[in-house]
């Protein structure tokens, strides 16, 4: 089959003055950013076989190659938390009522995505390879930096946590049980964007983009050589985020 004969992958760009995010919307976490659009989109075409293992996890069809089918469907002006590095804005899509189907497929990544993190730190040295510039988390710090975002996010669409356990990376974070169950809801509410509240599919995405982003930055930078889970060759390492915002 021709390439041109075979179903296009959509995708947007959420474009600051100084990063351009490329992302998915049929697959949350598969992300990528650079400084310009074409690079971002070199990225995420890069990334595609790395996120195969994911999906599979899920139990969904990944095709490998899909980086190379992927097509531009929507553009989004973004603003200094894109710049800092990070998706910020919402699709239009957003707010509107998804099928129950799609609410348990983006529930199945999601867990997905958790399970693939946790194989991800099992497999990863305490002490990860630091930059050039001798800076960047030690694994159980990445880990802890991960949970503690996801509590910033569940206060994004409407969870109290003020109560929850958000920084132990040993055990299950209950913030991710309720997280679950907020985006399964999806009420009427996280519809219309008031009081910095984010509609459930852009906080799924957000969610999943945070957790696979520091996923294949341990993988990058775990020993020498090491292939991480699901890791393949790539030429595009993940951005490494010294952010003192816990929700990026």
Do not use: N
């Not at 099928?99 to 194989?119: G, N």
């Not at 696979?212 to 393949?232: C, F, K, M, N, Y």
């Amino acid at each position: 089959m021709r390439d041109s004969d075979r179903v296009r992958e959509p995708i947007y760009l959420e474009s600051g003055a100084k990063r351009v995010f490329a992302c998915s919307i049929a697959w949350p976490g598969w992300a990528r950013s650079a400084k310009t659009e074409a690079a971002a989109l070199a990225a995420l075409a890069a990334a595609a076989p790395r996120y195969g293992p994911i999906a599979d996890l899920a139990g969904l069809g990944f095709d490998r190659e899909m980086g190379q089918r992927i097509t531009v469907v929507d553009r989004l002006l973004g603003d200094t938390t894109t710049d800092f590095g990070a998706p910020s804005k919402a699709l239009p899509r957003d707010f509107e009522t998804q099928s129950p189907e799609q609410i348990a497929r983006d529930e199945s990544l999601l867990r997905a995505i958790w399970t693939w993190f946790d194989r991800v730190l099992s497999l990863a040295p305490a002490e990860l390879r630091k930059g050039p510039r001798g800076g960047g988390r030690d694994r159980d710090d990445i880990a802890r930096h991960v949970l503690a975002a996801e509590s910033v996010y569940a206060r994004r669409i409407g969870i109290d946590t003020s109560r929850s356990d958000r920084v132990d990376p040993s055990a299950q974070s209950p913030i991710r049980t309720a997280l679950l169950s907020r985006l399964q809801i999806r009420p009427a509410d996280l519809k219309t964007p008031t009081a910095g509240r984010w509609p459930a599919p852009y906080a799924l995405r957000r969610i999943a983009w945070h957790v696979v982003d520091h996923g294949w930055e341990i993988e990058d930078r775990s020993a020498p050589g090491a292939q991480g889970l699901g890791a393949t060759p790539h030429s595009v390492a993940s951005p490494l985020l010294a952010s003192s915002e816990s929700e990026v």
